[in-house]
């Protein structure tokens, strides 16, 4: 561990809250925030959503958000670079036995083939008058009677409500327009634990009686809420954590 994550750690002790309280509070998973604490990024998802997850986590322990970015882009950057001063491993050369002995092995095989035909056709006479030609049997292939759908990854529909989404009261459509991690519960139970949608995605979840929703890019997509427009969440990379209810729709959608 080193200073960065270790001042997050040490924030944390201080106000004697668990990684738990953290993730509860800010909608991030607890493995998300002990990465940032061991500096292991390469387990966050990436781009703004790690600078969003180090932000919300700096926050809600009263560190300065600015300062920890800044801190964040100089030990990515020192990262890359030693990445990229590493010397490329030489490319292993291949040793002439490693061709030699397939091309034995082929070599042999066409031999045994050749002398097989050659037998076969010295030691066997044939009449044509007398030779039955076997009827010849068609294999017919089974077609298939109707066209499976074609899968539209770009808009999958999903619902709280297996069966039936006729009493639902609450119904949000959102489309991704840049990369957007997002996590969402629905009547307490959990949807999605947290997915990277990509830009052209659509999702739609129901509830009856609350839909809680966490996006890690805030500027990346656009909310629906009962068939009506919310407007803008945030900024690029902020994340925001939204509890939907039938008694607060007007909050979000501003009517």
């Known amino acids: 561990m080193g200073d960065f994550g270790k001042k997050f750690k040490t924030a944390r002790e201080s106000k004697n809250i668990t990684i738990e309280n953290v993730a509860s509070e800010t909608r991030i998973s607890a493995r998300f925030l002990r990465a940032i604490e061991r500096e292991a990024f390469e387990v966050l998802p990436g781009g703004v959503f790690n600078r969003g ?5 700096a926050k809600q322990v009263g560190l300065d958000t600015d300062e920890v970015i800044s801190e964040y882009e100089v030990l990515t950057k020192q ?4 990445d990229n001063d590493a010397p ?7 040793s002439p036995e490693r061709h030699i002995i397939p091309i034995a092995i082929g070599s042999l095989v066409v031999l045994i083939v050749l002398f097989y035909v050659f037998a076969t056709n010295s030691g066997t006479s044939t009449d044509a008058s007398t030779t039955q030609v076997p009827a010849t ?9 109707t066209r499976p759908a074609p899968i539209r990854p770009e808009t999958v529909a999903t619902s709280s409500n297996q069966e039936s989404q006729t009493g639902d009261s609450l119904r949000i459509e959102i489309q991704i327009q840049d990369a957007t991690w997002v996590s969402v519960r629905a009547d307490g139970r959990q949807i999605t634990d947290g997915e990277i949608l990509l830009p052209g995605t659509t999702r739609k979840y129901n509830a009856h009686d609350v839909i809680e929703l966490t996006v890690g ?4 997509l656009t909310l629906r809420i009962n068939d009506q427009a919310v407007p803008r969440l945030g900024i690029a990379g902020q994340v925001r954590v939204l509890t939907i209810t039938p008694d607060n729709i007007e909050r979000f959608t501003g009517s």
């Open 217 to 220: 890019n805030a500027a990346g």
């Open 53 to 57: 997850f180090i932000r919300s986590y």
């Open 88 to 94: 490329a491993r030489k490319p292993e050369m291949a």
């Open 137 to 145: 049997e068609s294999l017919a292939r089974p077609t298939p009677t």
């Open 79 to 82: 990262a890359a670079e030693f």
